[in-house]
Every structure is written in structure tokens, then in C-alpha cells.
């Protein structure tokens, strides 16, 4: 069998299987770790992602190889049947990888400047580190305590926190295909002693034929076995066998012993794979990747609160923009996320109510101020992006304009080409304006809608209740025509105050009357009456706590 061994001595053949280390001895691997992964500039994310697809088909055959046995009945080793009995998940795990893991984006990870033989990007060493020292059986713990014990050494960049979950996943797959190989591997030398054993002559004189020069022991544990099914009439064979191990100083129980220790370890390491895959499966992998970020945990220090009361998406936008602020490293980063809280400390003391927001000093205006204190230049895009935000009117104008012209100045060439006069293609050019124009405008709306997506508005997180500084009314404008109109309105109030329940929401009547030629009608009192007297009923019910909800 030909082997490789990467840039650490490791045989690429065998599984990623090292010392098992507990959580202690994790942290101190993961910090050692920060501190022997030197950061280059560039990567070669083509290769790897190339190794992934070649793990893809690998599995893709090893599956085929067991399918095809379990169709024919052969006997089948217990991680062969985790394989079949998974292969639905391994594969969604590897559609998955292909959708989250684009080429670009792994290009844009922060890379090694010395490349291991299977990572050149750091998280992605990372990733297989903590597989190696874990068997392979991962759980939420670890991830926080690896990633955290790291970054007390080295910040990661936001962007290696987001491709993390990928990055353990890609580990496992390349895990599973060693396993798949040397289930593969394996299968061959039960075959191969199938062989041998079918060929094996019964006439005693004959002489035995040669064993293959490369042999292992699940296919001297498969002869024996059907060695055994034979009875005594396989004396002659199974004493060739002990002949031939006691040429290496093996003994056949030794040989034996170790074949099937090495199925309970493959077993037990694809069993640990498939586990940990169905459980990154199921992670909500926001609020893990946020719980790890340092500069999260630098935005946290708003001083207006604002920034720990958003909603994930709105705290998520303040991240980007620190990655887009700053340059790809885990430092940058973090230097742009203390700027902008220093900046929103100084406008919080200044009662500059709005600026003392770390999101105005990211988002908002004093995000120019911040690049410029750090002397950070936006990139070619983001200065693009930029000038068409602040001159958004014009440039649209211009599009419209420049479409227009466009599509008027094909029928104009057509009626060129035909010699006519002037005046005949004035007059087409002003008949076609108006459906030129709006075609133009359709095109542009629909060129503007897939360059430039919308921003999302920053919410606060109101899911576990609305403090009293949010107290919140809801207002129904209405007018009171009848008696029974009224009735059907606070019954209306009265339902959607027991769809939100919280204290702090209230709900509120703005009424009039409608139009009519006197100032005051008889009926306009006796409405009014049963508005508050249903007002006063509402209050008086449990969901108001005691309190006015209603008013």
C-alpha cells in the first residue's frame, strides 16, 4: 500500500486521529496553537476545495463498493454499515459545503504562510486540529472553549468565525474519507482472501501457493475464518499460515486480535463523524459564532445600551461593517471595534445622543472619521458603492437617460439605414418616447433591485418583553356611527390585547364623529358614553394588571 505523510510526519492514508486531549489540555493545545500558526497573505483555495471534491467522490465509490455488497449479500463490517445507514446525511453535509463554501470566499480567509499538507487557510487547521484531538466526537463545549482558549492568544477576523462551521464539517468529510479508504481497503483483503482460499488446491501433494507481497491483517483474520468453516480438512492450510506468520514473529490469535481491534476503532471514529455531523447539522451556528467574536464583545461596550438590545441581524450589520472598515486580520478588526466605542463614549459624555451609538460611528456618519483616525482606506468597491449612495438621484437620472438614448437610437439607425430624412426620424423618435422611456424605466428598476439590495433598518430585540423606557401605544383611529359599531371595536381592542399581552404595550381610541350638519347630535352623548364605559370594563379586566392599558 502507497502511503503519504503530510509536513508533520503524519501518514495522509490514516485517519485524523491523535491524542485525545479533555478540556484542559484543549485549551492549552488551542492557545500553543494561536501562537505556531504564523498568518501569510495569499492562498491556494483552488487545491483544497479540489481535495474536497475528491473526498466527495471517494465516498461516492466507497458507498457504491458496500451498496453493491449488502445487494449481494457479503458480510459487512460494522462502520460499513454506518456508511449505508448514513450516507442520506453525508450527503446533505456535502451539498451544504458546496453551497456555503464558495471558492472566493475561501480565498478571502486570512491564510497560512507556511501551508500544511491539507490547510492553507488558518481556521481550516484549526478545524482539523481539534478533530484529531477529539476522536472525532465534537460537541458544542468544545467549540466555544477551543475557540475562545485560541482567540485569548490571537483574534480571529469575523470572517473565519462564519466559516468555521464549514470548516469543522470539511474536516469531518476529509475524516470520513479515510474511513471510507480503509473500509474500501479492508474490503479488498477480505476479498483477496476469499481468493486465495477459493484457490487453495485440495489434492495434499499440491504445492501452496504464494500469499500476496503486500498483505495485512484483516486478510490473514478473513482466511483463518473461513479456515475454521472448513473444519479439519483445513489443518494443512492453517499450518501453512502459522509457518508464514512465524517468518514475521506473529502468531495468528496476535494477528487476529489486532484486525479486529482495528474494525472496533474504525467503527467507533465513523460512528464519532456521523454523530458530529448530524450535530453541526442542527446548530444554530449564530449565536455560537456571536458568543466567540471579540469584537461582539467590544461593540457590547456601547455606552447608549443600544448596541446589546438589537436583534441579531442588526448587531450582525455592525459587524460587517467593521469587516469592511478594517483589513482582514482579527487585529484590524478589533482596533476598529475599540475606535468606534471610544468615539461613541466621547459623543455619550457630550449628550450627542445619536453619535454616542456605536452604530451611527460604524453606519452612520462617523464611519468616515473612524477610517481616518486609523488611517484605513476603502477598497475600490466600497468607494464606488459609496459615490453612487451620495449621488444616487443623478446616477439613476443618467441611467434613464442613458436607456432611453439607447433604445431609441435602434429603430433611429434602422431608419438611417433606409436613407430617411430628418424630419421622418424626429417624428419616430418622438412617437417612440414615451414606450422607450418607460421600457427604460423598467430595465433600470430592475438593474438597480439586483445591484443594490436593500438595507435592513436597525431593530431592537423586544422577544422577552418591552422595557418600560419602550412603553409602546397602539392607536386605532376611528368613527363612532353606532352603538353596535362601538361594541364591535372594543371587542376588536379587546382581542388584540390578549394577543400581546406585555404590560408595556398599550392600546388607545382616537374617535370622532362623522360628518353631519349640526355641531351635536342626540345619539353622539349615549356613543361616547358606551366607548368609555368599555374603556373603563377593559381596564378592569385581569390582562390589565392592575394597571390602564387602555385609554
Given at each position: ?62 458507498y457504491q463498493l458496500l451498496t453493491d455488497d449488502a445487494r449481494y449479500q457479503r458480510l459487512l463490517s460494522p462502520a460499513a454499515d454506518w456508511m449505508l445507514d448514513n450516507h ?128 495485512h491483517s484483516p486478510f490473514v483474520a478473513q482466511l483463518l475464518h473461513r479456515i475454521r468453516e472448513q473444519g479439519p480438512t483445513g489443518a494443512r492450510l492453517q499450518q501453512a ?311
Amino acid at each position: 500500500m502507497t502511503t503519504h505523510s503530510d509536513d508533520r510526519g503524519r501518514d495522509r492514508s490514516l485517519p485524523l486521529q491523535d491524542e485525545l486531549l479533555d478540556l484542559d489540555r484543549l485549551r492549552e493545545h488551542a492557545r500553543a496553537l494561536a501562537a505556531a500558526l504564523p498568518v501569510g497573505r495569499s492562498t491556494r483555495g483552488r487545491n483544497r476545495l479540489d481535495r474536497h471534491a475528491d473526498n466527495a467522490l471517494a465516498i461516492g465509490r466507497a458507498y457504491q463498493l458496500l451498496t453493491d455488497d449488502a445487494r449481494y449479500q457479503r458480510l459487512l463490517s460494522p462502520a460499513a454499515d454506518w456508511m449505508l445507514d448514513n450516507h442520506h446525511l453525508v450527503m446533505a453535509e456535502l451539498r451544504a459545503l458546496r453551497r456555503d463554501l464558495p471558492e472566493g470566499y475561501y480565498d478571502e480567509l486570512p491564510a497560512l504562510s507556511t501551508p500544511s499538507e491539507l490547510a492553507d487557510v488558518r481556521v481550516y487547521e484549526m478545524a482539523l486540529e481539534l478533530v484529531r484531538h477529539t476522536d472525532s466526537r465534537l460537541d458544542r463545549h468544545q467549540f466555544t472553549t477551543f475557540l475562545n482558549s485560541f482567540q485569548s492568544v490571537t483574534p480571529l477576523a469575523i470572517g473565519e468565525l462564519w466559516a468555521w462551521p464549514s470548516m469543522v464539517r470539511l474536516a469531518l468529510i476529509e475524516n470520513l474519507r479515510r474511513l471510507a479508504d480503509q473500509v474500501v481497503s479492508e474490503r479488498a483483503d477480505r476479498l483477496a482472501a476469499d481468493a486465495y482460499y477459493a484457490g487453495f488446491p485440495n489434492d495434499h501433494d499440491a504445492p501452496i501457493p504464494g500469499w500476496p507481497d503486500a498483505w495485512h491483517s484483516p486478510f490473514v483474520a478473513q482466511l483463518l475464518h473461513r479456515i475454521r468453516e472448513q473444519g479439519p480438512t483445513g489443518a494443512r492450510l492453517q499450518q501453512a499460515i502459522d509457518d508464514r506468520l512465524a517468518a514475521r514473529d506473529l502468531r495468528a490469535d496476535e494477528v487476529v486480535r489486532d484486525a479486529h481491534q482495528q474494525q472496533a476503532a474504525t467503527q467507533l471514529l465513523m460512528a464519532n463523524v456521523v454523530t458530529s455531523l448530524r450535530l453541526c447539522a442542527t446548530i444554530d451556528w449564530g449565536p455560537l459564532v456571536e458568543s466567540v467574536s471579540v469584537v461582539d464583545r467590544v461593540l457590547r461596550q456601547d455606552p447608549s445600551g443600544a448596541y446589546p438590545g438589537m436583534d441579531f441581524q442588526s448587531r450582525d450589520r455592525q459587524r460587517q461593517a467593521v469587516e469592511r472598515i478594517a483589513r482582514p486580520s482579527g487585529e484590524s478588526q478589533v482596533r476598529v471595534a475599540i475606535a468606534a466605542v471610544d468615539r461613541a463614549r466621547r459623543a455619550h459624555a457630550a449628550d450627542e445622543l445619536r453619535a454616542g451609538h456605536v452604530g451611527d460611528q460604524l453606519v452612520g456618519e462617523g464611519r468616515a472619521a473612524i477610517e481616518a483616525a486609523l488611517d484605513l482606506k476603502p477598497s475600490l468597491t466600497e468607494r464606488a458603492r459609496r459615490f453612487a449612495g451620495r449621488h444616487a438621484a443623478g446616477l439613476y437620472l443618467v441611467a434613464l437617460a442613458a436607456a432611453t438614448a439607447t433604445l431609441l437610437a435602434i429603430p433611429d439607425a434602422y431608419l438611417r439605414q433606409q436613407s430617411a430624412g430628418v424630419m421622418l426620424r424626429l417624428l419616430a423618435a418622438g412617437v417612440l418616447l414615451v414606450p422607450a422611456s418607460e421600457v427604460a424605466v423598467a430595465l433600470v428598476n430592475r438593474l438597480v433591485a439586483m445591484l443594490v439590495p436593500p438595507d435592513r433598518l436597525p431593530r431592537l430585540d423586544f422577544s422577552n418583553g418591552i422595557p418600560a423606557a419602550a412603553r409602546t401605544m397602539v392607536v386605532v383611529p376611528t368613527l363612532f356611527s353606532s352603538a353596535k359599531g362601538v361594541a364591535a371595536l372594543l371587542e376588536q381592542l379587546e382581542i388584540a390585547a390578549l394577543g400581546n399581552p406585555d404590560p408595556h404595550i398599550h392600546f388607545a381610541i382616537l374617535s370622532d364623529f362623522p360628518d353631519a350638519p349640526e355641531q351635536h347630535r342626540p345619539a353622539d352623548a349615549a356613543l361616547l358614553s358606551d366607548a368609555r364605559a368599555g374603556i373603563a370594563r377593559l381596564n378592569s379586566g385581569p390582562w390589565s394588571d392592575g394597571g390602564r392599558r387602555f385609554f
